[in-house]
């Protein structure tokens, strides 16, 4: 193990990594069978021995000077911390007690542990211990070896006051009547008592009992809280903690010796009916609707509550839909960024395979159109047929993502629409490839309005019929969404990009634009060519590539979206997008925004008035999650971090925050997550990579996952 931190050294790997890579572990072969190997802190050397690196590897081993590597003073996923401490346990009753080991073993008490039922052989006055705890940090301990003599402070319970579990001395409320039935019980089981006259009381506030910790300290433990700041992932983009809705001393922690057990944290004598299936704790909640800390309650594939969960018998502050009980399942989310699973509204349906790159992404909704890869759906987002429609339903059932597919749009008469849709179009695609002409476009809304679904449009590049002016005013004021507003990946050239300033127009753009950097125009030419079935030996099919690509517009499209006036980024799948990247460059171009514009001011103040970036990273996270969910119809059921919405949640590493996620929870259930060997004696060792898991198997995609239809569809379904 020490072996393998000799093979790199600071200088020969990128320098954020050694803040990043804390244990390598492998499984290795031995005589004596498979083995785990951990290295830790595997990058702690300035320089590594290259030749130990190499070892068979028949490479030349280059010389220390050919590498330039060195420390960093900014590293992805770090924190700033308020300044302050943090008191726990504030304004309940305390006191200090004398506390002796008389066991030849060691004792080790948890922190929401119930005093007077511990260990028989720690000799205290328990009397005075009833209805305490130890004034420490949640799911920290006091270890008591043999022989040890102790002097401890201890708090009282909060919550409802009830005591249930440990050794079933004290069961039931507090009263202070039932003291001399306790004491009983506690003289005849032969628990260790003896009074402390010399017992000092008072109040957890008036500095005598306090427990208080700096923030680094409690950020190790439970995550950063409120006033400090995140960076997301290696961006300059710092997201601050506006609130936290922990009751400070008693966070829900789990694990040996920690807060969620029997008649501590988790709730004793609850029905399954009132306890959550799981509560994600402690997490950061980045969302349109702010930047906060709370534990997330989920039953039956939904959010119910957001807020302090826990055990309301001996906690303060549990919402009484957060109620942690034997039924509950834990995903432990501290020093944890947690989103809203990610919608992608314009997805070419090429291959299935795309839904596995979305999912993980982050992307937990896909919508589009297509059959496969059919000429037709290369270029266009169209499901024409109702067969085809029935097709991709069923074909998509069992994947844990969320699909909604259009038909195509594209005809001046209404016959054919109403099919498509009542076999499952959510919507209907108008794209330029089958003719977006004004008479088109003019039906297809009508249809649209008649059926109450929504019309993606995708405008005509040759301005043929008519230039952008003509498409605005065959709109007539309807609402619709515009894809490619920017004009790189299609529409009226040049000037496509005005739709951003209609009232009506919902507009968006993909990512393979996101953001304008040096490389972004050379790689459009051939995209388009392949794309759309064009022909580079016929000079117009040329022209009509080349008038889509304008770095003026593209430039722009940064700024609009920096607005607000572009209001979604989505992929275009395979067909000029990336699915896999549609989170990465939504927070490359925040990033790029913030170093090019600074930061975004709140309404009336001025640049220099805040030092975060919560208004710009609200804005952003929202052009991938609410906003395709109020373009699409669906922002009742998916599309943030809300109660009553499906619990479609991404959890995220801060220095992979946008890159790489952790956890992929699908309508409540892991359906994709960061899982190492599944030979190993442990979930981490290498190789660690996106896996599906049981939320992704079987019949569970159908059942965490929703197919979005028609009204009219349901009607002919149901």
Known sequence: MDLGKQLLGRRQVLPAVPYLLHTVQVEGTFVDGTKLITVHDPISLNDGNMELALHGSFLPVPLPEKFSGGDVEDYPGEIHYSSGRIVLNLHRRALTLKVVNKAER???????????????????????????????????????????????????????????????????????????????????????????????????????????????????????????????????????????????????????????????????????????????????????????????????????????????????????????????????????????????????????????????????????????????????????????????????????????????????????????????AMGLKLHEDWGSTPAAIDNCLSVAEDFDIQVNIHTDTLNESGCVEHTIAAFKDRAIHTYHSEGAGGGHAPDIIKVCGVKNVLPSSTNPTRPFTSNTVDEHLDMLMVCHHLDKNIPEDVAFAESRIRAETIAAEDILHDMGAISIISSDSQAMGRIGEVITRTWQTANKMKVQRGRLPRSGESDTAQDNDNLRIRRYIAKYTINPAIVNGFSDFIGSVEVGKLADLVLWKPSFFGAKPELVVKGGTIAWANMGDPNASIPTPEPVMMRPMFGAFGKAGSSNSIAFVSKVDQLHLF
Request: with cysteine.
């Open 106 to 424: 060691p004792v080790q008490i948890g922190s929401h542990y119930h005093f007077i039922e511990a260990n028989p052989y720690l000799v205290f006055d328990r009397e005075k211990a009833y209805g305490m705890r130890l004034n420490i940090l949640a799911g920290t301990a006091v270890r008591f070896e043999p022989g040890d003599a102790k002097n401890v402070t201890l708090v009282s319970i909060g919550g409802h006051k009830v005591i249930r579990g440990g050794n079933g001395i004290a069961d039931g409320r507090i009263d202070g009547s039932q003291i001399d039935e306790v004491m009983q019980k506690v003289n005849a089981s032969n628990f260790g008592h003896e009074d402390y006259p010399d017992a000092r009381e008072g109040l957890i506030g008036d500095g005598s009992f306090d427990c208080a910790v700096n923030r680094e300290k409690y950020a190790s433990i439970y995550g950063p809280t409120t006033g400090d700041k995140i960076r997301l992932g290696d961006t300059n983009l710092f997201a601050e903690i506006e609130k936290d809705f922990a009751v400070y001393g008693d966070e829900c922690i789990f694990g040996g010796g920690k807060v969620l057990r029997d008649g501590m944290g988790q709730a004793t004598g609850y029905p399954e009916s009132s306890c959550l299936d799981t509560v994600i704790t402690n997490a950061v909640v980045i969302d349109y609707t702010g930047i906060y800390k709370a534990d997330i309650g989920i039953k039956g594939g939904l959010i119910v509550a957001i807020g302090k969960a826990g055990n309301p018998d001996v906690m303060d502050g549990v919402h009484s839909n957060m109620i942690v009980g034997v039924n509950t399942e834990v995903i432990a989310s501290e020093g944890m960024i947690v989103t809203a699973g990610g919608i992608d509204c314009h997805v070419h349906f090429i291959c299935p395979q795309l839904a596995e790159e979305a999912i993980a992404s982050g992307i937990t909704t896909l919508v589009g159109g297509g059959t496969g890869p059919a000429h037709g759906t290369c270029a266009t987002t169209c499901t024409p047929a109702p067969s085809q429609m029935k097709l991709m339903l069923q074909s998509t059932d069992q994947l844990p993502i969320n699909m909604g597919f259009t038909g195509k749009g594209n005809t001046a008469k209404p016959e054919g629409l109403a099919e498509i849709i009542k076999a499952g």
